[in-house]
């Protein structure tokens, strides 16, 4: 099986492509469209910010690369907020395969820290992405986040509940970093594979 990681201008890529590593995958880091294409499964992860990763993968053609892919393609945290419609991070349209925006959190007491940054449990679990992790928790790092929707496959909760994970079609995505979240990220990373 060929898996590619989408090499864009985003961090936390190699932590991605050593877990990847864990379970036997050799992945390929690439930018190039027809490798994007050709492999079996394709990963979209990274943090940064909206603005500027949007600008690159305009710039690259990405955009349109990622939008016509076919195979299972599994966008991680910075990866499932460009996959929606906009982002309140630089005002930018983002990819738009879910049409739902991103918002930035808004701290409701003095408890409610911004970024939101620690293990937070999920909840109202569907999908095979999903599949044997209902009430796990996993390792959140995130200012902005994916209001609930048709979408949702996974819930979380701080300061209201939201989107920790989203599918449709062809098209995964976690709020969350399953790479950093332990034998639960691992399990939801080898779901993806086995898609």
Known sequence: ?????VKYNAGNIYSVMNALRRLGVEPLLTDDAQQLRNADRVLFPGQGEA????????????????RSLTQP???????????????EEGDVDCLGIFNVPVKRFSPVQHEDKVPCMGWNKLYNT???????????????VHSYYVPLCEETIAEANYIQPY????????FYAT??????SGCVGERIIKNFLEL
């Open 51 to 66: 603005l500027g990763a949007m600008t690159y993968l305009r710039e690259h053609k990405l955009d349109e690369v990622i």
């Open 126 to 140: 569907k999908s095979a992405l999903m599949e044997k992790v209902e009430s796990q928790y996993v390792y959140f």
């Open 163 to 170: 989107s920790a994970a989203l599918h449709k079609d062809n």
């Open 1 to 5: 099986m060929q898996v590619a990681v």
């Open 175 to 180: 709020q969350f970093h399953p790479e950093k």
């Open 73 to 87: 393609v599994l966008g991680i945290c910075i990866g499932q907020q460009l996959l929606c419609s906009h982002s």
